[in-house]
Nanobody, 118 residues
Framework: QVQLVESGGGLVHPGGSLRLSCAASGTIFSIYRMGWYRQAPGNQRELVAE???????NYADSVKGRFTISRDYAKNTVYLQMNGLQIEDTAIYYCQGEIRSVYRGSWWGQGTQVTVSS
């Protein structure tokens, strides 16, 4: 099976930066796509950014120009650099991966809290 473990969340002032990391481990044959999602209280979980195995990226309009997703293939790790954080970015951030393990499936991390507050 596969485990995804996020880290890097925390409390930051508006305008500040955080870098989230998500490390995938376990039986991994291929990683097709990895993404970051977030869910604020009372809201649905939404896609923030994603990156494919070819390196193509996609961002939610609300984070374009502020967030950058990147991937370390050797470490099976994906990062989310978040700059210019706004109060509206406060949420639990989840890592998700489309990964071929013993089967191809979708795995989720446990989430990491990001709080932007003055």
């Amino acid at each position: 099976q596969v485990q995804l473990v996020e880290s890097g969340g925390g409390l930051v002032h508006p305008g500040g930066s955080l870098r989230l990391s998500c490390a995938a481990s376990g039986t991994i044959f291929s990683i097709y796509r990895m993404g970051w999602y977030r869910q604020a209280p009372g809201n649905q979980r939404e896609l923030v950014a994603e990156i494919t195995d070819s390196g193509s990226t996609n961002y939610a309009d609300s984070v374009k120009g502020r967030f950058t997703i990147s991937r370390d293939y050797a470490k099976n790790t994906v990062y989310l650099q978040m700059n210019g954080l706004q109060i509206e970015d406060t949420a639990i951030y989840y890592c998700q991966g489309e990964i071929r393990s013993v089967y191809r499936g979708s795995w989720w991390g446990q989430g990491t809290q990001v709080t932007v507050s003055s």
